[in-house]
């Protein structure tokens, strides 16, 4: 099960990229990017300081 879940954040960080590629030229980037990583890992593994 442990590993199920870390697959599973992985794969969403591979979503996370391909999302991130299709809106490089926008200003709020890092902070869609932040929003996103805390969605999904959660507030213990997010470690992007704005």
Do not use: C, H, P, R
């Not at 954040?9 to 990017?33: C, H, R, T």
């Not at 932040?34 to 999904?40: A, E, F, K, R, V």
């Amino acid at each position: 099960l442990k590993y199920k879940f870390k697959l599973n954040q992985l794969s969403n960080i591979v979503e996370i990229g391909k999302y991130m590629n299709a809106y490089l030229s926008d200003d709020n980037l890092i902070s869609m990017i932040n929003d996103m990583i805390l969605g999904i890992l959660g507030v213990t593994y997010s470690t992007i300081f704005i």
